[in-house]
Nanobody
Framework: QVQLVESGGGLVQAGGSLRLSCASSGIISSFNRMGWYRQAPGKQRELVASITNSGSTNYGDSVKGRFTISRDNAKNTVDLQMNSLKPEDTAVYYC?????????????WGQGTQVTVSS
């Protein structure tokens, strides 16, 4: 029933910036952790960034210092500001939300948005 919808992807030149947004149909403060994964063709999915319901953040090593994750509880969105983009950042970016229950973790996924960085 929960839906996550990503937006903001596109084509950008190396060194440029993009801001991705994930809009949730649910109350984002209800989720224990939300964030972004990315996957390039032929490569394994990797964590980009995550944020807990208390505001603690975590970043993948390859994006530390360049990307910033944030949340807006009033708008029920989680955003990813991406600066100093590199061609190797090219991937489909997926928003996710984790909800912890006593039988495990329920994970919701967005449909993905394409980010392409040209050299």
């Amino acid at each position: 029933q929960v839906q996550l919808v990503e937006s903001g992807g596109g084509l950008v030149q190396a060194g440029g910036s993009l801001r991705l947004s994930c809009a949730s149909s649910g109350i984002i403060s209800s989720f224990n952790r939300m964030g972004w994964y990315r996957q390039a063709p032929g490569k394994q999915r990797e964590l980009v960034a995550s944020i807990t319901n208390s505001g603690s953040t975590n970043y993948g090593d390859s994006v530390k210092g360049r990307f910033t994750i944030s949340r807006d509880n009033a708008k029920n969105t989680v955003d990813l500001q991406m600066n100093s983009l590199k061609p190797e950042d090219t991937a489909v970016y997926y928003c996710y939300a984790d909800y912890y229950v006593n039988i495990g973790t329920k994970t919701y996924w967005g449909q993905g948005t394409q980010v392409t960085v040209s050299s």
